[in-house]
T-cell receptor
Framework: SQQGEEDPQALSIQEGENATMNCSYKTSINNLQWYRQNSGRGLVHLILIRSNEREKHSGRLRVTLDTSKKSSSLLITASRAADTASYFCATDSGSRLTFGEGTQLTVNP | GAVVSQHPSRVICKSGTSVKIECRSLDFQATTMFWYRQFPKKSLMLMATSNEGSKATYEQGVEKDKFLINHASLTLSTLTVTSAHPEDSSFYIC???????????FGDGTRLSIL
């Protein structure tokens, strides 16, 4: 297993449903960051959650962090077709980010 | 709006050409910038960490003479792919770390195609 493994690899849902993506990691972290990437584009920063935080919200996004289980989840509520993208978690050790393999989310209209 | 600007967005050139990619931090001064490479449907692979005013730190397996990095100012880092060959074709993305919050912001990437 690699740092920042994500689950599931692919997720297909209907518009209006919630989408949950999970991320597990192995080493200690300063913070964990979630990113979104549309096909052929750069990454858009979504949320940063620090190692001493357990939950964070931003609009329709909710991120949790469980450092005892070394895992994080990203919840997108009331999904829209425009949310279709790849989502990556990245663990920050202080000197670098290490990315997971990503979850491809497809939201069907 | 974008906080990191990367240019060009797409390059198509002949084998043997050297290609320079620029990464600019627009909203903050970045002492540290990062260069990544991404293969189709894969995650980002860190190539090197670019430090303002000093030499870049390269990841294992990345040829420093092949991928020249210059970080001459607090807002600009450049990656030059020297004597590019078809196997260098890829999507290259830069990022800059916000000094206070620590979040990394990414450019839009450069699609490099070597014929």
């Amino acid at each position: 297993s690699q740092q920042g493994e994500e689950d599931p690899q692919a997720l297909s849902i209907q518009e209006g449903e919630n989408a949950t993506m999970n991320c597990s990691y192995k080493t200690s972290i300063n913070n964990l960051q979630w990113y979104r990437q549309n096909s052929g584009r750069g990454l858009v920063h979504l949320i940063l959650i620090r190692s001493n935080e357990r939950e964070k919200h931003s609009g329709r996004l909710r991120v949790t962090l469980d450092t005892s289980k070394k895992s994080s989840s990203l919840l997108i509520t009331a999904s829209r077709a425009a949310d279709t993208a790849s989502y990556f978690c990245a663990t920050d050790s202080g000197s670098r980010l290490t990315f997971g393999e990503g979850t491809q989310l497809t939201v069907n209209p | 709006g974008a906080v990191v600007s990367q240019h060009p967005s797409r390059v198509i050139c002949k084998s043997g050409t050297s290609v320079k990619i620029e990464c600019r931090s627009l909203d903050f001064q970045a002492t540290t910038m990062f260069w990544y490479r991404q293969f189709p449907k894969k995650s980002l692979m860190l190539m090197a960490t670019s430090n303002e005013g000093s030499k870049a730190t390269y990841e294992q397996g990345v040829e420093k003479d092949k991928f020249l990095i210059n970080h001459a100012s607090l807002t600009l880092s450049t990656l030059t792919v020297t004597s590019a060959h078809p196997e260098d074709s890829s999507f290259y993305i830069c990022s800059a770390r916000e000094p206070k919050q620590g979040a990394q912001h990414f450019g839009d990437g450069t699609r490099l195609s070597i014929l």
